[in-house]
């Protein structure tokens, strides 16, 4: 079993930068594929990001790409999410999640998630 908790978040105006860190607990970090989704009010929870277990595939939604980055230290146990060019619209709890499987960009396919952290983008 791993925990994990998300850091990083708070309020940006537009056009700002933010770095989300998710870090887990446990010695077997380097076996979970880890991702990051956010959830908006009155929103399903949205995929963002996901990277496989040596970070070498990386998958990203179409509404994040060339704008965030996402990475990970195994070493630190510790999954990043750069997020640049930040827009009102990236408004959400973002959560990390930690998958046994493969990476995914289906919430279902992650067995472990953080508490969340919120992130607002002022217009």
């Known amino acids: 079993q791993v925990q994990l908790v998300e850091s990083g978040g708070g309020l940006v105006q537009a056009g700002g930068s933010l770095r989300l860190s998710c870090a887990a607990s446990?010695?077997?970090?380097?076996?979970?594929?880890m991702g990051w989704f956010r959830q908006a009010p009155g929103k399903e929870r949205d995929f963002v990001a996901g990277i496989s277990r040596n970070g070498v595939t990386i998958y990203y939604a179409d509404s994040v790409k060339g704008r965030f980055t996402i990475s990970r230290d195994n070493a630190k146990n510790t999954v990043y999410l750069q997020m640049n060019s930040l827009k009102p619209e990236d408004t959400a709890v973002y959560y990390c999640?930690?998958?046994?499987?493969?990476?995914?960009?289906?919430?279902?396919?992650?067995?472990?998630w953080g508490q969340g952290t919120q992130v607002t983008v002022s217009s």
């Open positions: 999640a930690a998958g046994r499987s493969y990476t995914s960009i289906r919430s279902y396919d992650y067995d472990y």
């Open positions: 446990g010695r077997t970090f380097g076996s979970y594929v």
